[in-house]
């Protein structure tokens, strides 16, 4: 196949070889990044007088017209244009002539295609913010109905300590949270525009880089021109945000498929977010948190998969990075699959508290309570952890719980034991004097609500 490329070249390159080095059936979503930078780019070089201003007028409207038909579904994407940047070049030359053959001054494809993915990634991230930002507002809500919800919270899957549902949801809340700020600080370091780089030591043309920086919505131009075209970090630190960010989904998850068992019966999910078996008729499957669980998976692959790719890279371009992009489209799509469908599941799902509750009145989540209960009495810590240790080996033998045994047994072990110490260990005074900052009481969990909504507040707007 002749390419824009071949001026040298004896033959045409082998049907294999176009077929493996084609990237047009992927970078072809990268269309409008392509005509937004290639029209800032004539545009510039009108104004710095590197072209005439009738080209590049021609240029641009050449460029509209072709995304106009690309969006109407009216475009051609051919494997023998190998990639989005030369497709429409090629097309453009074909519909306005010779002004299209001198877009490519002072440029490569280099920059083009760190441009390209630099712009695509900052509209992502910006959508996948504020997905973030949605399922932090069904959190909240779920928190603040059930700022009294008891349940069990756990430590090597033993219930541990009291807790209750608004607690836990805004342990995630805080998770996802920082996962927002990530993407924030990702974007902020992806905003410099590597146009102008050439294909890596810059152009004798006198372009102006600061022009087509600030035109394409960036907020600083990449200081070096190998780095500008050498540079996939932003793409590495994308995934690698991404991947903690599917890891608490999926740590979510997790907890989610556990508490739809019947061994917990913690939540139910609304029918239109579960699945059925086709052979036994009593099942109800929590598909959605598994599917999110496994495709966990795809997105730490396409950061061990990139991270490999790059690593021993020489400068400045090679053509190794051209599979960054499949990597990381894969991965973005992911995420925007699975937060929308996660965030619906949970706020459809019912919420049983009388299994909470029940599951919290057994296993002596209370013990720590009544230790503490002991020492506010005097008695060091340490030994009132042995004696109630002692309690609760006493109890469990007899099938009784702290809340049932006798005033007088607990006198056994220690004279100052009162009637008081049935108030001191119910479930709710456990979870209501847990009022430290960060605790589930719901007076401090109201302030960590409050935190997040904030946050939501002061980060719901399009800046990034
Ligand atoms: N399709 C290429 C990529 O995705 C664009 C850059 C090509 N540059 C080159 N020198 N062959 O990486």
Known sequence: MPKLWSSGFGEDTDALVDELNASISFDKRLYREDIAGSAAHAEMLARQGIIERSEADAIIAGL????????????????????????????????????????????????????????????????????????????????????DAVMPAYTHLQRAQPSTLAHYMMAYANMLRRDVTRLEDCAER????????????????PIDREMTARELGFSGITENSLDGVSDRDYAIELLSALSILMTHLSRFSEEIILWCSWEFRFIELSDSFSTGSSIMPQKKNPDVAEL?????????????????????????????????????????????????????????????????RAAAAEGFINATDCADYLTRRGMPFRDAYAITGRLVKLCAGEKLTLETLPLARYRELSELF???????????????????????????????????????????????
């Open 190 to 205: 992806m905003d410099f525009s590597p146009l102008g780089s050439g294909a890596l030591a810059g152009t004798t043309y």
């Open 292 to 356: 999110v669980r496994g495709k966990t998976g795809r997105v730490y692959g396409a950061l061990v998969a990139l991270l490999t790719v790059m690593k021993a890279l020489p400068l400045a371009y090679n053509k190794d990075m051209q599979e960054d992009k499949e990597q990381v489209f894969d991965a973005v799509d992911t995420v925007k699959k699975c937060l929308p469908v996660f965030t619906a599941m949970l706020a459809t799902a019912a919420i049983r508290r009388d299994n909470m």
């Open 418 to 464: 009162e009637s008081d110490v049935y108030d001191a260990i119910r479930l709710e005074t456990c979870v209501r004097e847990r009022r430290s900052a960060g605790g589930p009481a719901p007076e401090s969990v109201r302030v960590q609500i409050e935190s997040v909504r904030r946050f939501m507040e002061e980060h719901n707007d399009a800046r990034i």
């Open 64 to 147: 509209g017209a072709i995304l106009a038909d690309i969006e109407a579904g009216r475009f051609e994407f051919r494997q023998s244009d190998e990639d989005i940047h030369m497709a429409i070049e090629a097309e453009l030359t074909r519909r306005v002539g010779k002004p299209g053959k001198r877009l490519h001054t002072a440029r490569s494809r280099n920059d083009q295609i760190a441009l390209d993915f630099r712009l695509y990634l900052k509209k992502e991230i910006s959508k996948i913010r504020h997905m973030l930002l949605s399922l932090l507002e069904t959190l909240c809500g779920i928190a603040e109905n059930n700022l």
